[in-house]
């Protein structure tokens, strides 16, 4: 495959991508077909091969731009978290944005049942896992990182598709909850919650900005 | 529709569900047709218009029939909780049903895309909500129940899918944190949590054998 990296030829592969993402939350990633992308994209049937190594790469691609997306839209407010509330916030910010469209649950939803059945999209999951985990990871452990994404995960389910979802305020208090329960929690610029004190070496743990 | 209750009919009907679960689980609910379920079940083309009013109908039984199969396999954990420890123990068992096969989890997300997309999944996925509920609700508020079936719902997708599921401790003491959240709990032959006191009444609130 020869990858010509100017602006137009970028254009169809992100076309190219989109189209498949419609076609995914419209009826399922099995049902895409390189005719299917090529006519929703509007581009001649051999693009797919040009673009792309093949329909896999293409999906596996476009699943990981549209992860992209979704995630530029609540990682800035994972960085700016000072304290267990506003660590708090950014959680519920993630889950205002994974329910705020329909389109994205299905996306995920399909991807998880492709995930089920072949290793490929189980390594998609797991970037996109990954890639939401990072945010609480600045602060809290793995585990309570996992713990808060079960819930987010279960809770952008409930939002998209049940008839009795929490009230926001009632969710903020499980995610806060399972964000106090992780004696190894910290800030920049603040010590860590167990022992008390220390709080004249906090700059020191301060996470400098270079490393974003 | 004619519907004939002899055993013969009961079992192709079951056959036809059958059939019809494990092509959604292989490849999808927009892949599912006459042909290939009458193809798979072995019967004959016409013997889903026969047991079923349409193919709709036909999915739709199929999934309530695969939701009573899953929840025969945890209820009587919950009807025995008889304390915190006991409806945590109870959740965790209900999460090791959900997570105990793939084909299960498959079956779960092709139903979420699906109700994210149609009216008529969505009810289905409302059905199969409120009956894994139901268990936790008999002791705690439906909040709660709601902010545990988020939490059982996220942690099934980490260990059917993910790299970095919570081991059963870690995610018990979640568990045990979201059900100390709800100063409303009560067990059968307890009083209510808070205030503390009114032991004495307790046998009037035990609710009888007969309810269930």
């Known amino acids: 495959m020869v990858k010509v990296n100017n602006s137009r030829s970028e254009a169809t592969r992100t076309a190219l991508m989109d189209a498949a993402l419609q076609i995914i939350s419209e009826s399922g990633v099995r049902s895409v077909t390189h005719r299917k992308i090529c006519s929703r994209a509007g581009t001649a049937l051999g693009s797919v091969n040009y673009h792309f190594k093949d329909l896999d790469d293409l999906l596996s691609s476009a699943f990981s731009f549209y992860v992209e997306g979704v995630s530029e839209r609540y990682e800035a407010s994972f960085s700016a978290a000072r304290n267990d509330d506003q660590l708090a916030d950014a959680v519920m910010d993630l889950i205002a944005a994974l329910s705020s469209d329909k389109r994205n649950a299905i996306l995920m939803w399909e991807l998880y049942a492709e995930g089920g059945r ?19 990871e600045g602060y809290c452990s793995a585990n309570t990182a996992t713990a808060l994404e079960a819930v987010w995960d279960g809770a952008v389910m409930q939002r998209i598709l049940g008839d009795a979802s929490l009230p926001d305020e009632e969710l903020r208090r499980v995610v806060v909850a399972i964000i106090q329960l992780d004696s190894s929690r910290r800030y920049p610029a603040d010590s860590p919650v167990e022992p008390a004190g220390g709080r004249g070496r906090a700059a020191a743990r301060r996470r400098p900005p270079s490393r974003t």
């Open 118 to 136: 072949e290793r490929t999209y189980r390594k998609l999951v797991r970037k996109w896992s990954k890639r939401a985990k990072v945010g609480v």
